[in-house]
């Protein structure tokens, strides 16, 4: 079955890095695009990053852009969030998740990602 696990969260000073993975199982990674969510207490779900299934096409929440790069390994299956220049108002649990499209691009829309990881905590806080 299709399984995303998220790793490398937790509690990082405001100016500092982070890098977070999610490995990927259960179906053809290379043909889907993925992306990053995230969710601050008392706000919806929006979505960070995502990219193509042919790694070339990203976009960006405009929060982020500029500080946040995300990239994908599909000999790995992995994808991967590098988090810069962090603020406290990066604080939430972030998720990753699959489009629910084969051979689609990134979009920004909860709606159009059908599995999602467990979440993992990045706090931002001196």
């Known amino acids: 079955q299709v399984q995303l696990v998220e790793s490398g969260g937790g509690l990082v000073q405001p100016g500092g890095s982070l890098r977070l993975s999610c490995a990927a199982s259960?179906?053809?990674?290379?043909?889907?695009?993925m992306g990053w969510f995230r969710r601050a207490p008392g706000k919806e779900r929006e979505c960070v990053a995502s990219i193509a299934w042919t790694g070339i096409t990203e976009y960006y929440g405009e929060s982020v852009k500029g500080r946040f790069t995300m990239f994908r390994d599909n000999a790995k299956s992995t994808i991967t969030l590098q988090m810069n220049s962090l603020k406290t108002e990066d604080t939430a649990v972030y998720y990753c998740?699959?489009?629910?499209?084969?051979?689609?691009?990134?979009?920004?829309?909860?709606?159009?990602?059908?599995?999602w990881g467990q979440g993992t905590q990045v706090t931002v806080s001196s």
């Open positions: 259960g179906f053809p990674f290379s043909n889907y695009a």
């Open positions: 998740a699959r489009n629910n499209r084969e051979f689609g691009g990134p979009t920004a829309k909860v709606d159009d990602y059908d599995y």
